[in-house]
Structure formats: C-alpha cells, structure tokens
C-alpha cells in the first residue's frame, strides 16, 4: 500500500511517499481502507521528535482518519466490515490502510462526508470533552477560546456556541477572528496586538466561567487571571511552544478549577464519559454541524499539507484524500 513515511526527525520536507506492506489484523483491532485523514498540529512533534512520547522511525504520520472497515479483529462487535468509520491512532493515518485499536474507532455519524468525519474526531471529541466533560458548560456562560481559530478552536467555538454559550474568540488576526465569528463568537480578540486578559474582562464583566487553551506559551497566565472565581480553565495543548508554569497561588486565591485533557487517555479510561460525548457530538451533526475544513491536498502532498499548518496559514482543519478513494470522488461529486 502507498504511505507517508517519516524516516528521519525533521520538517514536514523529510516526509516521503513510498509501498509499504499492509497491516494485519489482530485481536482487538479494527483494519481500516483509509479514504482520508486529517492533519492535526500534533503531527508536526512527531515528524519532528518533539512529542512527549517518540514515534520510532520508520513511521507513518497522521492520528486521524475516515474510511471503511475492511477487516476486524477477534472481540470486536461494536463495527462490521464495509461500515463507515473514523478513528484515531497514535500514527499511521496518512497511508491507504491502518490498523486503529477497536476502542478508538466509531461508526460516522449520520449525514458527515468521509473528509469531514476525518476531521472530526480528534477536534470535535477533544472540544466537547473540554467544554462539557471536563468544563461543565452552561448556556448563557462566557467561554474564551484560545486559538480559535485552528482546529480544535474552530471545533469549541461552533459546539459551545450551539449549546448556547457566549463565545469569545482569541486568535492572531482580524481575518482568522472574522472566521470565528462566523461560527458564532460573540466577540474576538487579537492576542498578538490586544492586553487579552483586561479585554475579556472589559467583555465579561466579572471574568470567563470557562477558559479552553490549546496554545499555551505567554497566553495561558492572562486568561488564567481572567477566569472569574470558582471558574474552569482547561489546558489542551502548546501550539505556541512553550509550556506555561503557571503560578498556583492564582489557582488558589480565584478558587478555580484547573483541568488537563489528553484525548489519547480519555477515550480508553473514560469510556463512558467518551461515549456519551459522541452521542452528543452526534445530535449536534444531525442539526447540521460540520467540521470547519479549509483544505483537501493529495496523498502525495502531505509534505505541503504538514508545511500549510507549520506556517499557521490554514483556517479550521486540513485533510489528506487517499488516491482514487470514496474521499476524493465525494469532493469531486460536491465540486
Ligand atoms: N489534549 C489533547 O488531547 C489534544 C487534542 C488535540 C489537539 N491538542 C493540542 O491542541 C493544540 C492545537 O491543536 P490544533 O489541532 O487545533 O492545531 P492548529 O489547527 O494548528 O491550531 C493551533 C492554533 O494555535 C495558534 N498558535 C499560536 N501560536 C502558535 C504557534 N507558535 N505555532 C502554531 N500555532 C500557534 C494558531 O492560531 P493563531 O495564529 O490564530 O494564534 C493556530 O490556529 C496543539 O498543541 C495540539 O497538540 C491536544
């Protein structure tokens, strides 16, 4: 089958298409015709050995995926061969076929095409995680939003925004803050030329109910001390780079809830809270909710695809359609 391969640390350049042999099933696993994948920002650490756990190489990127069952493991009920599903694994998506462990794999909710459910999972299952599972949100309570405008940002702006919370949005430019406001934001901020924490108290009055960070770096502290007391702040992720230390006298003296995230964990140690926020995910796509994605390249440019989220260019969420797959003939029957 033909892959992405990482075969040695470096930038998205390094990443090469070759044939590999095809995975094989084994118990407990779910083999997988990959009709697209999804970049996520994650992918950058690993091609890069920057990750908290290394991916040995040789390897084959990509966490996410979509495509149908072409074979199951022994113990697996719950997918059949031919379903639709999409998944996540720690690597090997960007391939035409991968082997995802049966926990981490789930029918495609009614009415998404196979691009969209491959951008799906990891951002809309982390966004409702951290808005509800781990933030408890209510409706008419003020989230902000750090890197709204990205994958996972685009993914909580539009889910916290159909549950009906006031949304606002803190990205690097007018142009990425209007893409938020399109999905619902109530109000934007750019952190790069704005005091963010005296804005979102200008704007909430008493401070955010809920805070999600997916960037870290020098914009954690500042929308920390604008969580109102007895308020959440859940920490995603460090797109920015650093990795903030946060001072717990904050913690303590605002009495706010400070929450950490890691999909990869949740999905296997809380599965019933996992399936529950699938159910919810999938109530919210049969009113209508589609993953924001701004760009579909070729299996032979993943290199250009990884480099467009290196270079923070992409609105929303980037795909991989796999060959002459059931992706590629979806988005040109849409075109
Ligand atoms: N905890 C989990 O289970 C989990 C799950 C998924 C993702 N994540 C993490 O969440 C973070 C966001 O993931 P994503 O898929 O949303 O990524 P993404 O689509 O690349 O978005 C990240 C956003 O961060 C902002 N940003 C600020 N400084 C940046 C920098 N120096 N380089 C790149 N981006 C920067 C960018 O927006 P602006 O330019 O507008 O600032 C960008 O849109 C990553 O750290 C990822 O590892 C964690």
Known sequence: MRAARCEAYGGPSTIVIHDIPAPEVTPGHVLVDVAAAAVNFPDLLFIADQYQVSAELPFTPGSEFAGRVAEVGEGVTHVAVGDPVHGSVF???MAEQVLA?????ARVPEGLSMVEA???RVTYLTAYHALITAGGLQPGQWVVVLGAAGGVGTAAVDIATRLGARVIAAASSAERLEVCRELGAEAGIDYTSEDLKARIKELTGDGADLVLDPVGDRWAEPALRATRWGGTFVTIGFAGGDIPKIPLNLVLLKNVTL?????????VRLAEETARAQAGLAELVAQGMRPAVSEVHELDDVALALQRVADRTPTGKVVISIGSSEATQQQRSQS
Do not use: D, I, K
């Not at 462990?101 to 794999?105: F, R, W």
């Open 91 to 93: 690597s090997g998506a």
């Open 101 to 105: 462990p049966a926990t981490s794999v």
């Open 118 to 120: 491959a951008a799906f």
């Open 259 to 267: 929450r950490g995230l890691e999909l990869r964990t949740w999905t």
